[in-house]
């Protein structure tokens, strides 16, 4: 991990070294082109504002003599940090080269490098431009001597990158202190070179392709090659060639960067990166050593297996006799001997025997192993009730080798257990409504009476109200202003009327339900009510699931029959149309209507549906699609019970994922048979 991140520390310093002197470059272009001083200085702030290393959180800007040149509007706001150099000419500061950065950034110390090595070269360049004019109109001569020779020495001696002159022979006419560096000579020029007699290119053929380039482009640009220095050590630059003329001869002068850092970067790269091809072999063959270890331990195993399967035949004889499911497991959950063929005596238990894919998560195996003793479990797979019971298998060193478990299918006793528990639940329920409703309708009385009286009351005060506020405009009742007050009061004692009438039919509703019943079918009964008030009563169970429709058709005929039993049908209806949506939400429609022979209570809803078997079976008792969530399939079986008791019918409309509609048809009274 630790060569990956220096390869990564490595080629960043390599890019960022690399976008310096592409900067560098570009800027030189600036330099040397034909535009105006104005012209060349915006573009050099362009240039070294790209060559940053945050760009668009930057801002470049250059100063001559009061004149400001930069690559955009400057940035707002008060902190930002600078970064500036200045520009010297003929020894007398006349601007300078500002940089800023914003968003809370600091410059790097190779950014300030550069700020004050771009501001040399710009400082040499605007010298050159002004010395022209001057030697065009013959005034050259003018110019006191010393002081030209003193400019021209800080231009060309103190520059920091490595300039020179040198005759097409290879002749060194001049070089500044930097070349000499460079290649680890004296900076004072007092070793006279030649690049042919002095062997100062590693590739001596590179000179010619220079001279050929020069001819061909009059300028060369970008070239890398390597100088040897005075202890024949390799130097790598990146070079930059020109034509001038010097007192009528031509020359050459050129301008290096020495590139000995980065080239010492890119070695350091390709050693951490052989290094890392040579860690990741040997990880591979530490892997390869590990699988082979694998594979010895997996055949162990198998050879263990294999002497396990001698001892099944033992106890074959003795699960024959059996009819619950008996299988031996090992501690891995394979089978090693059944009783049932379709099992078989070998696999995985929870697959042979359940089904499923993956290890149970209560299972008896672990348990066994890690308690030693016999344990049972009751599991419910697929609406199926199993009890499992598992004893251990010991050996002589008393080691438990196996565990032996009995699986018996106890899905009917479940269902009569839960039944019982049911009708008891009930029982104590309509016990317990008749109580409930009388606490919460004693307290609700006195809020309907006093509401009643407080519409009354505001009624007459309002008029009184009124006309203290035509002469007191800025008047508040609780905290509102008063005409919002009498607005709203209004409405809200209605909507506490109505909340508390509602409240009352709820009461009434569970005291009726929960009243007892001698199951005689000898009522008038109003189906429109009767579905109103199961509405009221399982309103807080549907609305989690899905928004109710009721369609109830007016004048429906009345029936002969109890109104307690038909309710707990259209009860288990909305529930089970509830309990069937299972997108976010859904929608149950509940209409009446009268066909001239019969009254029809209609239940649809957009849930998953069922398929034909299970419509062929849903009025079977103990048959339920909700045995893991607590269903007893008696809900239809008893519904079916109580319509044919009334003479009537159930029929059923569904498809997968369509939803299902239930229809009730109840003959009215005095029609039936």
């Known amino acids: 991990m630790n060569q990956l991140l220096n390869s990564e520390r490595l080629e960043k310093e390599l890019k960022k070294r690399e976008q310096e002197l592409k900067c560098i470059y570009r800027i030189a272009r600036e330099v040397d082109s034909d535009s105006d001083p104005g012209q060349m200085l915006q573009g050099i702030a362009v240039q070294l504002r790209q060559g940053l290393a945050y760009p668009d959180a930057s801002f470049a800007s250059i100063r001559l003599d009061s004149r400001e040149y930069s690559d955009g509007p400057a940035p707002k706001g008060e902190s930002h940090a600078q970064c500036s150099s200045d520009l010297t000419i003929f020894r007398q500061r006349r601007g300078s080269i500002s940089l800023s950065y914003g ?24 010298e050159r431009r002004e010395m022209k004019p001057q030697q065009q109109r013959g005034e050259w001569g003018k110019l006191d001597p010393e002081q030209s020779k003193r400019g021209y020495d800080d231009l060309f001696d103190k520059a920091p990158t490595p300039l020179l002159i040198a005759r097409l022979n290879g002749d060194i006419i001049k070089a500044n202190a930097a070349f000499y560096q460079l290649l680890n000579y004296p900076a004072d020029g007092s070793v006279e070179l030649n690049f042919v007699r002095d062997r100062l290119y590693e590739t001596p053929e590179i000179r010619a392709v220079i001279y050929q380039k020069l001819l061909q482009d009059g300028i060369l640009d970008g070239l890398e090659l390597n100088f040897l220095d005075r202890d024949d050590k390799p130097v790598p630059v990146l070079a930059s060639y020109a034509f001038v003329d010097l007192d009528g001869e031509r020359c050459i002068e050129s301008v290096y960067k020495d590139m000995s850092v980065r080239k010492d970067l890119e070695k350091r790269l390709i050693e951490q990166n052989e290094n890392l091809e040579k860690s990741v072999r040997e990880r591979t063959l530490a892997l390869e050593n590990q699988k082979n270890l694998l594979v010895r331990k997996n055949q162990e195993l198998v050879a263990i297996s294999e002497k396990l399967r001698e001892h099944k035949t033992r106890l074959q004889t003795l699960f024959k006799a059996i009819t619950d499911t008996v299988i031996v497991i090992d501690a891995d959950c394979n089978i090693l001997m059944s009783n049932q063929k379709h099992i078989g005596n070998r696999g995985k238990c929870y697959k042979k025997v359940f089904g499923q ?20 479990h009751e599991k419910v797979v697929e609406d199926e009730y199993h009890l499992l019971q598992a004893y251990p298998i010991f050996n002589a060193e008393c080691k438990i080798t196996g565990v032996l478990e009995i699986s018996r299918v106890i899905t009917k006793e479940k269902s009569m257990e839960r039944q019982l528990l049911q009708a008891d639940k009930l029982a104590s329920l309509g016990q317990l409504v008749s109580g409930i409703g009388h606490e919460i309708n004693n307290p609700n009385t006195f809020i309907r009476g006093n509401l009643f009286i407080l519409q009354e009351a505001m009624k007459d005060l309002f008029p009184i109200i009124d006309e203290y506020y035509r002469e007191h405009p800025d008047l508040r009742i609780a905290r509102l202003n008063y005409d919002i007050f009498r607005q709203n009061i209004p409405i809200l004692m209605d909507d506490m009327v109505d909340g508390a009438n509602r409240i009352k039919g709820i009461v009434d509703g569970l005291r009726k339900f929960g009243k007892r019943d001698e199951g005689f079918l000898n009522e008038a009964v109003d189906l429109n009510l009767v579905t109103e008030s199961c509405l009221r009563l399982v309103d807080n169970h549907i609305r989690r699931t899905a928004d109710v429709r009721a369609d109830l058709a007016p004048d429906l005929p009345m029936i002969m029959g109890n109104s307690q039993k038909l309710q707990q049908v259209i009860i288990n209806m909305l529930i089970n149309a509830s309990q069937a949506i299972e997108k976010p939400r859904g929608t149950i429609k509940v209409s009446t209507r009268f066909d001239g022979k019969e009254v029809i209570v209609r239940v649809k809803d957009d849930g998953k549906g069922m398929d034909e078997k299970t419509m062929s079976q849903i009025f079977d008792p103990f048959f339920t699609t909700k045995r893991h969530k607590g269903g007893t399939g008696l809900g239809l079986s008893i519904a079916y019970g109580i319509v044919k008791e009334h003479k009537g019918r159930i029929g059923v409309v569904s498809e997968v ?3 299902a509609t239930f229809c009730i048809y109840l003959p009215v009274a005095g029609t039936e048979g």
């Open 103 to 126: 968003d809370g950034l600091e410059f790097l110390r190779e950014e300030e490098e550069l700020v004050k090595e771009v501001a040399g070269l710009v400082s040499r360049a605007l």
């Open 357 to 376: 894919e993956e290890r149970c998560q209560d299972c008896l195996v672990e348990k066994v192993f890690a308690e030693r003793t016999s344990v049972s």
């Open 657 to 659: 994922g369509a939803g």
